[in-house]
């Protein structure tokens, strides 16, 4: 019998200690996270491009009450040749800025930014890599789920990228956590 109270205290202090650690994960002001999955290709760029990945490095800057936040992402997406072996790898940098909609538990929010976006040609055959630098925008949302030690979040952004002769637009679906 005192066993059982024992027990069953412990997994009552356990189930409101989570919550309780999960809210404060949101109370820090600088989080650093990673992020990967996904990326699809849209518009013209589906019409060369097979389906990608993308991985993420970001750093979030937040005050605790206010619902606008920073954050800065370093992302590598890959995308197959749809026809032969090239590959197009872009990596970029991008300012954003995030915000949060209010809600409990379970928190959507909307993101937006620019930033600078370096595409690389890769494939047999040709002598060295095709670079260029271009300017970028994002948008997108996601959800932000509240875990113990830390905060998983998913989200898709579009992304559109003005090249030389038009834009390159794609969609990375990500799921990342945040320390």
């Keep these: 019998m005192k066993r059982s109270i024992v027990l069953a205290l412990v997994a009552s202090v356990a189930l409101v200690a989570a919550p309780a650690s999960a809210q404060l994960s949101f109370l820090k002001p600088i989080s650093l996270g990673i992020a990967g999955g996904g990326s699809l290709p849209m518009s013209d760029f589906s019409n060369a491009s097979n389906t990608g990945y993308n991985g993420t490095l970001a750093l979030a800057i937040k005050a605790p009450i206010i619902p606008v936040g920073l954050r800065f992402d370093g992302a590598y997406n890959m995308f197959g040749a749809k026809v032969g072996d090239g590959k197009l790898h872009i990596a970029s940098l991008t300012g954003n800025v995030m915000y949060n909609l209010p809600s409990i538990g379970i928190s959507p929010y909307?993101?937006?930014?620019?930033?600078?976006?370096?595409?690389?040609?890769?494939?047999?055959?040709?002598?060295?890599?095709?670079?260029?630098?271009?300017?970028?925008?994002n948008a997108g949302a996601g959800i932000n789920l509240p875990l113990t030690m830390f905060r998983a979040f998913v989200e898709a952004r579009y992304n559109r990228v003005s090249v030389e002769g038009g834009s390159m637009e794609f969609v990375p679906l990500t799921f990342g956590i945040m320390f």
């Design 110 to 137: 909307v993101i937006g930014g620019a930033g600078m976006y370096s595409s690389v040609v890769s494939a047999s055959g040709l002598p060295s890599s095709a670079r260029a630098n271009d300017f970028g925008w």
